[in-house]
């Protein structure tokens, strides 16, 4: 036993000022916007998936709606045959 945390603490300290707080949270809004996903956005930047999620309800956070690309063969005009 090599200290009081014995390893299991890896974590990077949490923000300490309101600024921190609110930086770290708009940055991980950014990120799960980008990707799509709350949980993925909450693992990548360290952060429990419960606290992300909790935001996501508190703050009222919506992911875009995914818009659909035609299928590229579906155009009017385009002779399949």
Do not use: F
């Amino acid at each position: 036993m090599s200290g009081p945390n014995n390893g299991q603490n890896q974590q990077q300290p949490r923000p300490q000022t309101k600024a921190e707080i609110v930086a770290q949270r708009e940055q991980v809004r950014m990120l799960g916007i980008a990707l799509g996903n709350w949980r993925e956005a909450a693992r990548q930047c360290g952060l429990s998936e419960g606290r992300v999620l909790n935001w996501v309800v508190r703050y009222g956070w919506k992911l875009p709606k995914h818009i659909q690309a035609p299928h590229p063969c579906r155009h009017v005009g385009i002779d399949q045959s």
